[in-house]
């Protein structure tokens, strides 16, 4: 894989997460106006899966922004995927550092 590709995919996995991301958000969005509107709490990210089956737009929403989130550190696998690829063990490296700082940034933040 050349350098151009890997931007080429890294650029194709902002675009999806980003639109998958706002389409989950917006049909969250949705549902809550011509529903009878949820719960308008916070919801704890551990408990959407059972907001969503008990029919709470409000948890659609919430998996949207975590998706938005979720993004960026997607666009750094997909990027030590590539540069791994490619043979740039350095580029590789400094990617996946950069994701477990992330990462790590993510679970501290969650306490």
Do not use: C, H
Request: net charge neutral.
């Amino acid at each position: 894989m050349r350098t151009a590709d890997t931007r080429q995919a890294i650029s194709k996995v902002l675009v999806i997460g980003m639109a998958v991301s706002i389409a989950v958000m917006a049909a969250g969005l949705i549902w809550f106006s011509i529903g009878d509107g949820g719960e308008r709490e916070d919801i704890n990210p551990m408990d959407i899966p059972s907001e969503l089956l008990r029919g709470n737009p409000v948890a659609l929403v919430d998996l949207g922004i975590i998706l938005l989130i979720a993004t960026p550190a997607m666009r750094l696998v997909a990027a030590v995927g590539g540069f791994l690829r490619e043979g740039d063990r350095i580029y590789a490296m400094v990617a996946l550092l950069v994701l477990m700082v992330v990462l790590v940034a993510i679970i501290m933040g969650s306490r």
